[in-house]
């Protein structure tokens, strides 16, 4: 296929759509490669469908909340699926993902960031956060209850059993919601492995509670509602006003009492779920040393940059402890990699390549290579299309430095110079300031010229650019088989596979590395998922 594609002798492109199809044809999706969201979902629940339909998009971007709605419902469900509480969130940034896990699933979640920064902000917005979290969950489901009473007005009633995230609708009185819920803890975790028995002490605190509620039946269904969405340490386990004390039996006085004072023994045990700190991790982290109660956990990742992600997936293979990893990858550009470089290099945890077959090939791709992985066809395809004015910019800056200030290499970067110019000329005047290069060294007329001398070839910038979005696929597949091979070759692994987790458009690194290690009783034959 590539024969046809570039001239054997000068190894230039001669077939521009038959390079576009063998791009097309080396790109994840067409490999056929990928494990269905919804196939690994159904395999972790079981039977219980239950879904995360609280949306995030009043305090997040859209495009952020798109990928915590989507990576914390995985999350919540592998957690389950093995009976876990805690969940290690490495590269955390700002809490998004590790807030919501914390206050939506109520589980116990480590931030981990290398940026003091971030960790403060974390720190800030979780302590906000929690302060309306009450009011917005309530709000967001009485707008989900709205819906579904639409719904239901539009199409005959189905009678069927639904999980536990369901039984507070309108249409079911609070029995038939306790019956509901007894029948969801009795079922079968699914084709992987029989689900822990063990429940976090919300889970006792709101059966306690909707107990002695369905024993009174006097207490108003709408507090009902709000106790079963909120976490332990969102609300205080308060007795109705409604209800007239006096007239209660000295035993339900003594229930109603224990209820209280063990929700709030469990309140005040897990008054913060949420832990943000500050640490730099690297393949040899000790856990332990961060986090003193460390247990069994879940490690995630979400658009870890770099070498954090592969990282990521080998400390998750190293420590008995991590029993699954959800790892999604970004910032291919600044993998390290092994054969780039023939210098002598005493690292040994490289980003690129991480499994034998390609260590054995001196496999390497280069960062220009990597640096076009990070490019979004699905974008481009849509129509937003690349910034071809401020690339040239950039082009014709590296023309100016190499001639006159002799520099092909540097550590300093460029940054987001362009949306803060005003014109070519005030451009190149700031970058090299940030360069640290004397910019009094070049007139206005001298840059100018510059700018003159290649306007003319900007569409043979873009044609380039638009020739790299096409090659991008093929070069993310190499890198995140790269890290799905590592996986495999690893002996504790029960079962790995690449996930599409979230929409391109919205996020274009969208592409989740997922593995659950063996538990005690074998459970790779009961795997069914691909």
């Not at 009485?142 to 609708?169: F, G, H, M, W």
């Not at 791709?365 to 937003?384: F, I, P, T």
Request: with cysteine; proline share 2%.
């Amino acid at each position: 296929m590539l024969s046809s594609v570039f001239c054997e002798k000068s190894q230039r492109l001669i077939d521009v759509q038959a390079f576009a199809l063998a791009a097309r044809y080396y790109s994840l999706p067409n490999l056929g490669l990928c494990t269905p969201l919804e196939e690994l979902l159904e395999a972790l629940r079981g039977e219980c469908k239950e879904r995360n339909d609280i949306k995030t998009d009043e305090f997040m971007n859209n495009k952020k909340s798109h990928e915590v709605q989507v990576m914390s419902e995985l999350i919540h469900s592998i957690a389950s699926y093995y009976g876990i509480k805690q969940v290690i969130d490495i590269g955390s940034g700002k809490g998004y993902l590790s807030s919501f896990l914390s206050m939506h699933y109520n589980l116990k979640v480590y931030g981990i960031d290398s940026s003091n920064t971030n960790t403060h902000g974390a720190h800030e917005r979780n302590r906000k956060l929690k302060k309306h979290w009450r009011a917005y969950e309530r709000r967001a489901r009485a707008n989900l209850q709205s819906q579904k009473s639409e719904e239901v007005n539009d199409r005959p009633v189905q009678t069927e059993i639904k999980c536990e995230s369901n039984t507070d609708e309108k249409s079911l009185n609070n029995n038939s919601s306790l019956q509901s819920q007894d029948q969801v803890t009795t079922q079968d975790s699914g084709i992987f492995t029989e689900i822990a028995t063990s429940e976090s002490s919300k889970q006792t605190e709101i059966n306690l509670v909707a107990q002695t509620q369905s024993d009174e039946n006097k207490l108003s269904e709408n507090v009902l509602d709000i106790l079963n969405v909120l976490p332990a340490n969102a609300v205080d386990i308060f007795s109705s006003p409604r209800c007239d004390c006096g007239e209660l039996c000295e035993e339900e006085k003594a229930r109603r009492k224990m209820a209280s004072l063990q929700a709030k023994a469990s309140k005040s045990s897990e008054s913060n779920l949420y832990f943000p700190l500050t640490s730099y991790i690297t393949a040899e982290t000790e856990l332990s040393d961060i986090i003193k109660d460390l247990e069994d956990s879940i490690m995630v990742g979400l658009h870890t940059c770099g070498d954090l992600a592969p990282n990521t997936l080998r400390i998750f293979t190293a420590k008995p402890e991590i029993k699954a990893v959800c790892s999604v990858g970004c910032c291919y550009h600044l993998l390290s990699e092994q054969y780039e470089n023939q210098e002598d290099c005493t690292e040994e945890a490289w980003g690129f390549p991480m499994c034998q077959y390609l260590k054995d090939e001196g496999w390497c791709c280069g960062r220009n290579a990597r640096m076009s992985a990070c490019l979004a066809l699905e974008r481009v395809a849509v129509g937003q299309m690349l910034p071809t004015e401020s690339l040239f910019y950039r082009a014709v800056l590296q023309v100016i430095i190499e001639e006159n200030y002799g520099v092909t290499k540097s550590d300093r970067h460029v940054g987001k110079i362009f949306s803060k110019s005003s014109s070519f000329l005030d451009y190149v005047r700031k970058s090299l300031k940030k360069l640290e290069l004397d910019d009094s060294k070049l007139s206005d007329s001298c840059i100018t010229d510059y700018y003159e001398k290649y306007k003319d070839r900007m569409n043979e910038l873009e044609a380039f650019n638009m020739l790299k979005v096409v090659l991008a696929p093929c070069i993310e597949v190499l890198i995140l088989l790269d890290r799905l091979c590592y996986l495999k070759e690893q002996d504790n692994i029960a079962w790995s596979g690449l996930v599409k987790l979230f929409d391109p458009v919205k996020s274009p690194r969208c592409y989740g590395v997922i593995a659950l290690k063996k538990q005690s009783s074998e459970v790779e034959s009961k795997l069914q998922i691909c």
